[in-house]
């Protein structure tokens, strides 16, 4: 599958300027809690995913949670290679041996690896282990795009609303 990126790091880069605008801060001043952010949001996501949740019955959330916890990763992703000018037209990714409840640990090693050396190969590794993680729960790339610009909006609207 292959994601393309180019129109969302343009839109992520209007949204980071308004808050960078909004909130007198800098990428630099913010790049570690991006990282923690990121984190927040994966373990969001899989938290809608309840793919860990070896004790309960219930299955997922609706779909329309789900990849809104998906694009708020997604957003800090963006953003963290907006700052280090990673920024890649698109990128292919494939599914893995890996179950879902791994390849979520997988993605968490990845950030934390990124968060210890900024390389765009350990963004790129990192983006791609997020990315097959909807692959893992039954998404396509055009759902999660979607979700991405319905959670722009509301991002620019909690701005404009000093959220």
Known sequence: MIA???NLYKAQKELDEEIIANHKISYESTRNKRILALLVEIGEFANTTRTFKFWSL???EKDEVVLDEFADGLHFLLSLGIDKNYIVDSIEFNDNDL??????LATYELVS???????????????ISYLINLLKFGYTWDEAEKA???KMKEN???QETNY
């Open 113 to 127: 690896k990124y968060q210890k050396e900024q390389s765009l190969d350990n963004y790129l590794k990192m983006f």
């Open 156 to 158: 620019h609207h909690r």
């Open 4 to 6: 393309s990126l180019t």
């Open 58 to 60: 219930k299955g997922k």
């Open 99 to 104: 179950s879902p409840t791994d390849n979520l």
């Open 148 to 150: 991405y610009y319905l």
